[in-house]
């Protein structure tokens, strides 16, 4: 499932396309996703403009004129891909280093755009069909189920050492397992806490409350943690997201971060910690793959 980064990339590519633009018409190929769309979708949203683009944790928010906020989830393969109708051929922009989908029964949703005078298409391919859009008012966001009870993004001022000393304070749970509840930090998945704990030398195995000293204070192996998760987080961003399996970005290029993985998918590989000469194993937590260096971990 894309993770924070790579939907940061598909927000960023999707931007230039779809600021701004008036939506002239909604094409809808089925009457569902993962979950049915919003009753009279089409009708809701066409003839008005796209405010802008944000993020929201691992969900992508197209904002329109009148207050409607459009949420789209990837799911496990979900793309969007920008196409210029006059393009016969419908041809991607950018070079591919892998096969993307483009069978026309996986495109199940094509906004028709028209901007500057230019008309263009944003279409939304998902061959596994697990993303989703729904509608939702600007002002009740918050109240979205997704998103009423989200942990700060990492990428944020509100991550600190001392907010996250705030929520392991007396943990038993693991690290790892702690840090992927998206009521702790939003939008953080297993891919990058993997890199972010490998970074910060702490092991995915530690209870989360040895890192909060007896006073409820962050210890100094927090503080850097806290750092490394913004660090490898803001690196995957400039890379382009990882673009594994079915992501890629919206401009047809791969992002090139999964070339960067110090331990993730790493296993059986010599740890890449300068002097150390552990190797990097892998464990299964809740039901996911763990990858991490026992020798430096700790």
Request: hydrophobic share 35%; net charge neutral; with cysteine.
């Amino acid at each position: 499932m894309p993770e924070l980064p790579e939907v940061e990339t598909v927000r960023r590519g999707l931007a230039p396309a779809m600021e701004g633009a008036r939506l002239r018409k909604l094409h809808l190929g089925r009457p569902d996703l993962r979950f049915p769309f919003p009753e009279d979708f089409a009708g809701l949203i066409e003839g008005k403009t796209i405010i802008s683009l944000g993020r929201r944790a691992k969900y992508l928010l197209i904002e329109l004129e009148d207050g409607l906020t459009i949420v789209s989830h990837l799911g496990m393969s979900g793309s969007f891909r920008v196409e210029a109708e006059a393009d016969a051929e419908g041809s991607i922009p950018g070079v591919f280093h892998h096969p993307r989908s483009k069978d026309g029964k996986h495109d199940h949703v094509v906004f028709h755009l028209d901007r500057g005078g230019e008309r263009v298409s944003v279409i939304y391919n998902d061959p596994r069909r697990f993303g989703f859009m729904h509608l939702v008012e600007r002002s009740k966001l918050d109240l979205y189920p997704a998103f009423a009870e989200l942990g700060p993004e990492p990428t944020g001022n509100r991550l600190s050492a001392d907010y996250l000393a705030s929520r392991f304070d007396g943990k038993s749970q693991p690290l790892k397992s702690t840090l992927l509840d998206q009521k702790v930090i939003a939008g953080l998945g297993n891919i990058y806490v993997c890199e972010a704990l490998w970074r910060a030398h702490l092991s995915p195995l530690r209870a989360a409350g040895t890192l909060v000293t007896k006073g409820g204070k962050p210890t100094a192996k927090l503080v850097d943690l806290t750092e490394k998760i913004r660090d490898v987080i803001a690196d995957a961003i400039a890379a382009g997201g990882s673009s594994l399996r079915d992501h890629i970005q919206t401009d047809g290029t791969l992002g090139y971060f999964q070339h960067s993985f110090s331990v993730y998918d790493q296993e059986g590989q010599p740890c890449r910690t300068p002097g150390c000469r552990g190797t990097v194993e892998r464990v299964v937590q809740a039901g996911r793959s763990t990858f991490y260096c026992a020798a430096c971990q700790k």
